[in-house]
């Protein structure tokens, strides 16, 4: 029986995020330049992005670029940046056919010119697209994210829309960058790291996390399946007792 078989669509989550590591080492492994591990990465986006539609998830997000990573050698930032403005400009087709509209989170503004405006123009061209949300994080870092909320609420208060008691969770959340979407039940990494890398700090507080040593250019939506699979096996208790959540 195949990983796609056994998913219950009754338990699937809404919200799936992934931190797609690894096209690095995988290009080492081959003797090339870290490079060809990006380019190589693509086909697996697209490969998880059409899995996640067709088990009926609705809401992909992926970690595509942190904050972190400028600091990596000019020439991989470069070559990572290009790649992301042909990927965007050609795969618009497919979101379009696949009817998968595409949204970004992160410090959007500072992308480069080129890269915000292809992505700005599929994110517009695809925006009454209903079957899946495509969340990309670019340039993103969770840091940032909860600084820039904080910054706007203290403006609030600053102006005196806003008071200091009327501060809670749900006030916080909306100023964050996924104030519509869902929390991802399910967050995995590919490459057998077990860290967060700075992403979606408070929207994973309850994520059941889930780690793969498979390289993100050898992941297929069948990877992506098993993952979900294996979520579904898993008791979510919140705080509560096996017991309690029986009784319910
Ligand atoms: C993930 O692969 C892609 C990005 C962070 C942009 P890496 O480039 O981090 O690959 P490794 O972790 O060095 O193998
Ligand atoms: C996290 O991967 C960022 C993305 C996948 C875009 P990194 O490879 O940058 O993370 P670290 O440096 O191993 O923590
Ligand atoms: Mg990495």
């Excluded at 330049?33 to 539609?53: C, L, Q, S, W």
């Excluded at 940046?81 to 050609?90: D, G, Q, R, S």
């Excluded at 292809?118 to 994080?137: D, F, P, V």
């Amino acid at each position: 029986m195949s990983f796609k078989e056994k998913i219950n669509p009754a338990k699937l989550p809404q919200h799936v995020a992934i931190i797609m590591d690894g096209n690095g080492r995988w290009a080492k492994q081959k003797g090339k330049f870290r490079i060809f591990g990006h380019t190589n990465g693509v086909k697996a986006v697209r490969d998880a992005v059409e899995g996640a539609a067709e088990a009926g998830i609705k809401y992909l997000t992926l970690y595509a670029f942190s904050t972190e990573n400028w600091n990596r050698p000019k020439l991989e930032v470069n070559a990572l940046m290009e790649l992301l403005v042909n990927t965007i400009h050609k795969e618009t087709e497919t979101l379009m056919k696949n009817n998968i509209r595409l949204v970004a989170i992160g410090d959007l503004e500072n992308l480069p010119k080129k890269c915000y405006k292809e992505l700005q123009e599929a994110i517009s061209k695809t925006s009454g697209n209903s079957r899946m949300t495509l969340n990309l994080a670019l340039n993103y870092s969770s840091r940032w994210e909860i600084v820039a909320a904080v910054k706007k609420i203290a403006s609030q208060i600053k102006s005196g829309e806003l008071e200091p008691e009327d501060i809670d969770e749900s006030k916080f959340v909306s100023q964050l960058c996924t104030s519509d979407m869902p929390d991802p039940e399910l967050l995995i990494r590919t490459s057998g790291e077990h860290r967060i890398s700075n992403f979606l700090m408070w929207q994973i507080s309850y994520s059941e996390l889930y780690f793969t040593e498979k390289l993100w250019p050898d992941f297929r939506r069948e990877d992506l399946f098993e993952a979900l699979v294996n979520f579904q096996s898993r008791e979510r208790r919140f705080g509560m007792t096996s017991e309690q959540l029986e009784s319910k």
